[in-house]
């Protein structure tokens, strides 16, 4: 048996966790990068809590709230310059995916000075101090070791192939409590393909299952509330701890098919990451030649049959994306040139098998 483990983030779990541990920040450094998006941090009250935090323990700070979604190379080589030249010494990264990952890269880039946007890519460079304060309950960021960004000239989302683990991660479920429900749901399913994903994954082991079997259960008690668009302060807190399980165990594995598949329906049409992947998963789910292990993942998550969960997966990622014959093909070449995610799957797989799951899913029009 192969098996492995590495996940050295510190978690903080907890209502009000930030200002009870505030004394944790004083190990990251002198002054802080904080890194957000430009709305949400400020009105869920977590950039509030960071500052007070920052401001009791005496440690000077500077903010760059500019961070898009899907952030661009662009706006990372932009705040790692806004970063440097405030002389900042660690990174805090607050937010959903976005915002978390950039924190990673702007991190290395800071180590790195004379890394740009366009030299980032790449493999085994070290990264100033990072702190995670996630807002919504999905990436699993906080505490992995990725950083997904938007590299335009390649036209897709990379992963920058450095290993950036938060040091701390701040878990509380009332920066969520206010989160729309489309967002929640989107994030939710994301958090979901983590935990499938790692499962059904050649790299999958003991240990990752813990977390997978963890996660699929607190999702599990969630789907009532994701159907029904309504969340108890409870069901936050469930979610929260999914997406924390599926980050801690694609930390140990990767991911796999959808994961691959879906950035080019986020970058060339605009579907939210964890839409993208829900899209592609009743046919992804089908595509499995050995269904054993596929039918465990039912009694993980709490439903009797497939069918019942290919209901909650239509009802929750139900898209209508339209796609020419043309892009089917151009995005299933884009995805049988991504090597490390066909690995990720456990049978094999090739053009015609990918290209069924995306036309299985996705709406075929004419081309024009
Ligand atoms: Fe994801």
């Known amino acids: 048996m192969k098996s492995s483990f590495y996940m050295p983030t510190k978690v903080i779990i ?82 959903g995916g976005s915002p978390i990952d950039a924190a990673k890269a702007i991190a290395v880039m800071l180590k790195h000075t004379k890394l740009t946007g366009d030299t980032l890519i790449g493999k085994s460079l070290d990264a100033v101090p990072v702190v995670a304060v996630p807002t919504t309950a999905g990436t699993g960021t906080e505490v992995t070791q990725y950083a997904i960004v938007t590299d335009h000239k390649a036209q897709t989302k990379k992963n920058i192939g450095h290993t950036v683990f938060p040091h701390i991660a701040f878990l509380d479920a009332k920066y969520m409590m206010d989160m729309p429900s489309d967002i929640t749901i989107q994030t939710a399913v994301d958090a979901l393909s983590h935990l499938v994903e790692s499962y ?33 302060y409870q ?56 269904q054993a292990k596929v039918q465990k993942l039912h009694k993980l998550i709490g439903v009797k049959s497939h069918e019942e969960l290919e209901k909650i ?22 995805m049988c040139a991504n090597k490390a995610k066909l690995q990720n799957h456990p049978e094999v797989i090739g053009f015609e098998e990918v290209y069924k799951i995306y036309a299985g899913s996705l709406l075929l029009v004419k081309d024009i």
């Open 313 to 334: 997966l239509t009802a929750l990622c139900f898209t209508n994306i339209q796609v020419t014959e043309s892009e089917l093909k151009q995005y299933t070449e884009e």
């Open 200 to 232: 059904l994954n050649v790299r999958s082991n003991p240990m990752s299952e813990v977390f997978v079997e963890k996660g699929l259960a607190y999702w599990g008690e969630c789907v009532d509330n994701l159907l029904g668009g309504f969340f108890t």
């Open 14 to 95: 907890g209502e009000n966790c930030i200002e009870a541990n505030s004394h944790l920040l004083q190990g990251m450094g002198t002054k802080a990068l904080i890194v957000t998006g430009r709305r949400s941090a400020k009105l869920n009250g977590s950039e509030r809590d960071v500052e007070a935090a920052l401001r009791k323990e005496q440690i000077d700070y500077v903010r760059f709230d500019q961070i898009e979604e899907n952030p661009s190379l662009e706006t990372v080589e932009k705040a790692r310059d806004f970063g440097k030249s405030a002389g900042v010494d660690f990174v805090i990264g607050i937010g």
């Open 235 to 290: 069901s936050r807190k469930d979610l929260m701890m999914a997406s924390m399980y599926g980050g801690m165990a694609i930390a140990q594995t990767g991911t796999s098919l959808p994961h691959g598949m879906g950035y080019a329906l986020t970058y060339h049409k605009g579907v939210p990451h964890g839409l993208a992947n829900g899209t592609l998963y009743v046919e992804y789910l089908r595509c499995f030649k050995d």
